[in-house]
């Protein structure tokens, strides 16, 4: 017959486990949304990046040659400031995006989530049973969100192999202590349920999220957002490019 603690402890387990599998769930979720951002946007970048760049260009050299033309206008002073303030931001994020992704890489797996879902059971920071533990934890776990986003099954099954076989696994306590451990894991992963749910709150209302929803989605129908704005970029640097050569050879009237 069990005994009131146990009886409480079964009860704790199950939503513990009814917890950990949503927490998991959303885990996948946001590293897989993360991992597709990260991805679209270096597309976007490879797709119109190099048109956005040149008309950034353009537009600080009309800037600047319009404050040559008219060295007491201040209006025109602010708008060279601004055209090359805005050519710097873009070329640093076109940096950034091409220091943490390949331009090419397809949605994971679903071999690859059911990996990651399983190794995240095991090694998550909200199953450490002693605050010591959540460091450690949460440093491999660092390492297998990269590794799902590199879409790495190897290491992914390297790490969980190294986990299972750790001696600190082998563990044996009674229905006291362990009740105590699952009703602090409780509180635990319903604080990261809710900091997840932030998360990816955040990430979907990002301008990048908006826009690859609007492209994927018209893709789905043939229409290619992408093309058809680089071709738009194209006509802005061909209308710039004009524009300059005409300051230019007022300029050199002058």
Not at 66 to 75: S, V
Request: proline fraction near 3%.
């Amino acid at each position: 017959m069990q005994t009131p603690e146990e009886k409480e402890l079964e009860k704790k387990r199950a939503e513990l486990a009814r917890l950990e599998t949503e927490s998991f769930e959303l885990e996948l979720e946001i590293s897989t949304l993360q991992a597709e951002l990260i991805h679209f946007q270096a597309r976007y970048l490879k797709v119109v990046g190099s048109g956005l760049a040149t008309l950034d260009r353009l537009r600080v050299e009309v800037a600047e040659a319009e404050t040559y033309l008219k060295p007491e206008d201040g209006a025109a002073r602010e708008r060279a400031a601004e055209a090359r303030a805005k050519a710097e931001d873009f070329r640093q994020a076109v940096e950034g995006a091409r220091s943490v992704a390949t331009a090419e890489k397809s949605t994971p797996s679903e071999d690859l989530k059911k990996l990651y879902r399983e190794i995240a059971r095991r090694i998550h920071p909200d199953l450490a049973e002693e605050e010591k533990d959540r460091a450690p934890r949460g440093d491999l776990m660092a390492e297998v969100n990269a590794a799902y986003e590199r879409g790495d099954n190897g290491r992914l099954e390297e790490i969980l192999q190294t986990w299972e076989t750790r001696p600190e696994a082998v563990k044996g306590e009674g229905p006291v202590a362990e009740l105590v451990r699952v009703i602090r894991k409780i509180a635990n992963v319903e604080a990261r349920i809710r900091t997840i749910r932030i998360q990816l709150q955040r990430l979907k209302d990002s301008d990048l999220y908006r826009l690859k929803t609007e492209v994927v989605k018209a893709e789905k129908i043939g229409h290619h957002v992408l093309d058809e704005m680089a071709s738009m970029i194209e006509r802005e640097i061909a209308e710039e490019q004009e524009h300059l050569n005409c300051l230019v050879l007022g300029r050199v009237a002058s």
